[in-house]
């Protein structure tokens, strides 16, 4: 690993052969004061910063102060959860909180009121709103049911359980499968083809029709919205997405329960409360139920947005005392019983089914009553440990168990009728023959290892085409995807995981509705939230393989839930820990980060280089100067195929100021496209969580045209703003599962803060022939690897996965 002096960067003129120093002549930006970068340079346009509000890079913080519970320590994911407007943290710290609050897809789905339906087609939102209302229907059915056997399936909703319904009506032969797909794959035998399953057959691909503008709320609705609003003293600015999330009767919502307004993205309880006030007067206080329910809902949604699929019962209570609630207790009793929230033991059974209350007395039970039994079962001794009380969300409450039962169904209804001998012989390392083995004999198999790993599951999906089986390998990316069909030598072995699911990509479905594949491949694990974990489980017929293969090191998922983690925490099936190691000096340097040591390597390629820097604006010039002639000069690698990686997007050196830099210097231009320019480097991100990096190409009428990995992209106008950001510069959860040919991480001094083994591991891995470390945090960076990465999501699943093995 070569470190270089301050001012020096790699390949620059030098008199020795070890440092380089920076070429003065080169015209790199003059190095800013660090709080220069909120200005001009710096500050964020008025697409990035509405495209903030549309990314969830990860866990977020935890860091909800006041505002709201503060959930057990988040240390695999970068802070991201502070109130909207809120751009550095204390002392400066970079806030990598890229919109938790202002999440626009964040809460709509969640705990919006009891609006009625509209007769017009119901939006995304209004249909979610619609499944809110029977909540206390489908928890009264569970709860008369959970005696009885649930079949697989049983506890999904949305999207999943619309598919599982067309599965059962084609099963019951109520409707044919046509009814269901437009272009239904040929019902191909299962398991007794003689050569591997054909792809679907497809001509050249289309040019990709412009999006759609998503279906927006009636302006006489927003009307409504907006006089309420303004009686209330709310901003009318807040009407157009309080009437999408609460549907075409908002106003009539927002005054029989002004609180209903915490469900609008962007809103905290002091505004929900003052618009309260102002609407109900002496009427309401901070005990008032309606309030109360609120409130308990928005804590799980902002804990969901930080990776929590469910809450400690009692770290909620907490959070509701300290927003005035008097009874805390009776304030969740009240939740539970009006199915905002549901309750769990966290030995895997539901509040309230040995704990002798009745039906409608579970909240101030569940909590109080249990931590007054811990409390005595400490003074007795007994040496029994108290079990918790878990609060969560219907929506993940359901997908975890679903997710639970569908693995178990996996590993229950794999078929061995396959000899797999002669395959796992041939296989090119031991590694690639034991996960072979593996697969082999069981219906679940848990794949771990580094990026060289991969080849391993590549070797299973060849082997196992080869002897007819329909096998194929879905990646969280583009890049992944390309990476996977490179490595089997088939590029239809290989799709993402979401064109798989959406039916974009793939062989289509089978005669039964089901994912036309006898093994699945699932590359990225990490990555996979307990939602779409949940949908891709259902789409499995029973007899197919599932391998979920990932580096347990890296960031978790954008969305809820540790699915991988849990899986692996649970023992649930075989676990292939892979033995070929990462190469180079890069691979050396990763290794040793993922146990927690940060070790001086050999570079004598200059693979590694430290460039230490003083305040965040030396940190932006080097990272400027380091793009765009060192690593093209001295490593060969073109400023195109260069990532820049920092801890968050606000800040002095975060992914706003690195990129107005960047653009200033690589492709400088007016933006005359809402910001962008054509040869922009942008990113797309169409939900929280998925990131699709391309370069702007044109603009017209019908919106903003990219070039997403050869694949022309077109964002509507109205979606613009919101879904595209500059690209240069990404944060470490936006660059998980992708790897470019050289990497910058840029480290400020207000990044210590966002540091941890899992951030360090992620951003130094994303490169494949060249590292660049711009270092300004000291000591921190030793620290942050050397800690060892605690349990940071509280989650269901591994109780639910040890329950089904008991």
């Known amino acids: 690993m070569t470190a270089l002096p301050r001012g020096e960067t790699p390949g620059s003129p030098a008199a020795d052969d070890t440092g380089v120093v920076a070429d003065p002549s080169t015209d790199a930006p003059a190095p800013s004061a660090p709080d220069e970068g909120h200005g001009t340079d710096g500050g964020p346009t008025a697409a990035e910063g509405a495209a903030d509000a549309a990314e969830t890079d990860g866990d977020g913080s935890g860091a909800t102060g006041a505002d709201g519970v503060e959930p057990p320590p988040v240390n695999d994911q970068a802070a991201e959860a502070a109130e909207p407007g809120d751009t550095t943290g204390t002392d400066g710290a970079i806030d990598t909180d890229a919109g938790t609050d202002a999440d626009p897809a964040g809460t709509a789905d969640g705990t919006g009121g009891g609006a009625a339906a509209d007769p017009a087609p119901l939006s995304e939102a209004e249909a979610e709103l619609a499944a809110q209302r029977e909540l206390r229907e489908r928890i009264e059915q569970r709860k008369a049911e959970k005696e009885g056997p649930i079949a697989a399936g049983a506890k999904l909703s949305g999207r999943a359980a619309d598919l599982l319904a067309a599965v059962r009506a084609v099963e019951s032969g109520e409707k044919p499968a046509t009814a269901f797909f437009d272009s239904p794959a040929p019902a191909a035998p299962r398991r007794t083809a003689a050569v591997p399953a054909p792809a679907r057959t497809r001509g050249p691909e289309p040019a990709p029709a412009p999006a759609p503008a998503p279906q927006g709320p009636s302006p006489e609705a927003v009307g409504a919205v907006a006089a309420v609003l303004a009686e209330g003293g709310a901003p009318g600015a807040l009407a157009g997405p309080a009437a999408e999330v609460l549907g075409a009767q908002a106003a009539d919502a927002l005054r029989e329960d002004p609180w209903q307004l915490l469900t609008v993205p962007g809103v905290g309880p002091d505004q929900a409360d003052g618009f309260a006030r102002a609407l109900l007067g002496a009427g309401c206080g901070p005990d008032d139920e309606r309030r109360t329910a609120a409130l308990v809902g928005w804590l799980l949604e902002r804990a969901a947005l930080q990776g929590h699929t469910a809450l400690d019962g009692t770290a909620v209570c907490a959070a509701l005392a300290e927003r005035s609630v008097s009874d805390p207790g009776a304030a969740v009793d009240h939740a539970v019983a009006e199915g905002v929230v549901l309750a769990f033991r966290d030995d895997g059974g539901e509040e309230g089914d040995e704990s002798g209350h009745d039906e409608g007395d579970q909240g101030s039970a569940t909590v109080a009553e249990h931590g007054a039994d811990a409390g005595e079962d400490a003074e007795d001794g007994a040496g029994q440990q108290p079990v918790r009380v878990l609060l969560g969300l219907d929506r993940y409450a359901l997908a975890e168990e679903s997710l639970a039962d569908g693995l178990a169904r996996l590993v229950n209804a794999c078929e061995k009728d396959a000899d797999w001998t002669e395959a796992a012989s041939a296989a090119g390392s031991p590694s690639a023959a034991e996960l072979i083995r593996a697969v082999a004999a069981h219906g679940l198999v848990a794949h771990t290892g580094g990026e060289a790993a991969r080849a391993e599951p590549a070797a299973l999906i060849g082997a196992a085409r080869g002897l007819g089986l329909r096998a194929l390998g879905a990646a969280h990316s583009v890049d992944g995807r390309q990476r996977l069909a490179g490595a089997t030598g088939d590029p239809s072995a290989a799709v993402t995981l979401t064109g798989l699911l959406s039916g974009t990509e793939g062989p289509g479905r089978d005669e039964e509705g089901a994912i036309a594949v006898d093994l699945l491949v699932v590359l990225d694990a990490p990555q996979l939230d307990v939602e779409t974990a949940a949908i891709l489980v259902e789409s499995l017929a029973d007899g197919t393989r599932l391998v979920l293969s990932g580096d347990p090191g890296v960031l978790g998922s954008a969305g809820a839930g540790r699915v991988f983690a849990d899986v692996l925490a649970a023992r649930a099936c075989p676990q292939i820990v892979s033995r070929t190691p990462d190469p180079g000096p890069i691979g050396e340097l990763v290794s040793g980060i993922g146990i927690g040591e940060l070790n001086q390597v050999a570079a004598p390629g200059k693979e590694v280089v430290i460039v230490p820097v003083r305040d965040a604006g030396e940190a932006v010039h080097r990272t400027v100067q380091l793009v765009a002639d060192s690593v093209p000069r001295a490593i060969g690698v073109?400023?195109?195929?260069?990532?820049?990686?920092?801890?968050?997007?606000?800040?002095?050196?975060?992914?706003?100021?690195?990129?107005?830099?960047?653009?200033?210097?690589?492709?400088?231009?007016?933006?005359?496209?809402?910001?962008?320019?054509?040869?922009?480097?942008?990113?797309?991100?169409?939900?929280?969580?998925?990131?699709?990096?391309?370069?702007?190409?044109?603009?017209?009428?019908?919106g903003l045209r990219l070039d997403c990995a050869g694949t022309e992209l077109v964002v509507a106008q109205a979606r613009v703003a919101s879904s595209v950001r500059h690209g240069w510069a990404l944060s470490a959860h936006q660059a998980a599962g992708m790897r470019w040919p050289a990497v910058v991480v840029v480290l400020p001094g207000d990044a210590a803060q966002g540091l941890t083994r899992p951030w360090v591991y992620t951003a130094f891995s994303r490169g494949e022939r060249h590292l660049s470390v711009v270092h300004g945090v000291d000591q921190a960076l030793p620290r942050a690897v050397a800690e060892s990465p605690a349990e940071n999501r509280t989650t269901r699943l591994r109780t639910l996965l040890e329950a089904q093995a008991r």
Request: hydrophobic share 35%.
């Open 638 to 702: 073109p400023s195109a195929d260069t990532q820049v990686i920092t801890v968050g997007h606000g800040g002095s050196a975060g992914t706003r100021a690195l990129n107005a830099a960047l653009k200033q210097r690589l492709n400088p231009g007016p933006g005359r496209f809402g910001g962008f320019d054509p040869g922009d480097r942008v990113v797309h991100v169409p939900t929280p969580g998925r990131t699709l990096p391309g370069v702007v190409v044109s603009a017209d009428a019908e």
